[in-house]
């Protein structure tokens, strides 16, 4: 009788830790179908590359793993689906049918299926998910045989990359949203976004949209005398540099260094055209601004007119296209 008594203790027992390990299986199927799930190739990566020294080693353990997102899907639900099928097994020699439908849809909603392993994993998911790489690529090489032919189905009717990177649009909001001006923690200042979200819009800018017109530039006429009044007004301007026009202020036919000018005399009246005229760069306003910016890292020059693409020539020899504007490098 106790023989007997002990062999039942036993398998009661034997079957409760069945029941718990069962339960915690398919809450971790769970919470990793969620928490794997839903991060991306391009996330990883970028914490693979960018993140902290916790995130990159996280991120790399995880990376193989999920890199085949279809078949990592099929097995953890195949997993998670076989140790949910086998629960009321063991509850219903243990309770009633009642009990064990009551039993196992709470310790399921509970602890197996949704609330408890979806909200940890969602929190903890990148820390979890790389403790049990190893674990889950076991289970991969387990389910392969069932799980592959159904991943190639889903790759082929639904694709195979899920992952869509961020267009310009996008990404440009994306940078509004880490400004510490958005009030959600970001940590860049309006100026570093100003910039970013200004390279992201260089390739629909011309050169016509950063130049400043005529009308607001600066210029000498070429047979101006550099009296004492304009140098006066050069300094004044504090400009490196001051283009040149022939006659009218949209000829312009060069430039001149103001550093140039520390050798002239103000008394002496020498004109505009004594001085050494440089060659001033010439583009279209059509020009795409990343083009002229290489331009501009050769070195060659730090100044251009924008000329109009009107086919008004203006009739100087001098000249080519009326000038529309000035074009300066910033630095």
Avoid at 55 to 65: F, Y
Avoid at 97 to 125: D, H, K, M, N
Avoid at 145 to 169: C, E, Q, T
Wanted: charged letters at 20%; proline letters at 5%; glycine letters at 6%.
């Amino acid at each position: 009788m106790a023989v007997e008594y002990s062999c039942c203790e036993t398998a009661f027992i034997i079957r409760i830790i069945l029941i718990t390990l069962l339960v915690l299986f398919a809450g971790l199927m769970s919470g990793l179908t969620l928490g794997l799930m839903s991060m991306s190739l391009v996330e990883l990566e970028v914490l693979v590359k960018s993140g902290t020294p916790s995130d990159r080693k996280h991120a790399a353990k995880i990376l193989p793993v999920v890199r085949r997102q279809h078949l990592l899907l099929c097995t953890l639900l195949i997993c998670n689906a076989v140790a949910m099928e086998t629960l009321p097994i063991f509850l219903d020699s243990l309770v009633t049918a009642w009990g064990a439908i009551v039993i196992s849809v709470t310790l399921v909603l509970l602890f197996g299926e949704q609330i408890l392993p979806q909200a940890v994993c969602t929190r903890y998911g990148l820390a979890i998910g790389a403790a049990v790489a190893p674990f889950v690529q076991i289970l991969v090489w387990i389910c392969f045989p069932v799980a592959y032919p159904i991943s190639k189905l889903l790759d082929r009717f639904l694709g195979k990359d899920h992952d869509a990177l961020y267009r310009r649009a996008e990404l440009k909001t994306l940078v509004d949203l880490h400004s510490n001006e958005a009030g959600k923690g970001g940590e860049l200042t309006r100026d570093e976004t100003m910039i970013i979200a200004g390279a992201l819009e260089l390739t629909k800018k011309t050169a016509r949209d950063a130049m400043t017109p005529i009308s607001k530039t600066f210029a000498i006429d070429i047979n101006a005398k550099l009296d004492r009044d304009l140098m006066k007004l050069i300094l004044e301007k504090g400009h490196s540099r001051v283009p040149v026009y022939y006659e009218q202020p949209r000829n312009i036919i060069g430039l001149i260094l103001v550093k140039n000018l520390l050798t002239v005399h103000p008394a002496d009246e020498v004109p505009a055209r004594n001085v050494t005229i440089r060659k001033i760069l010439r583009v279209s306003e059509n020009m795409p601004l990343y083009v002229l910016l290489n331009e501009f890292q050769k070195g060659h020059s730090h100044m251009a007119v924008v000329v109009g693409e009107r086919g008004n020539q203006i009739e100087q020899p001098s000249t080519e296209n009326p000038t529309d504007g000035i074009l300066k490098r910033r630095v």
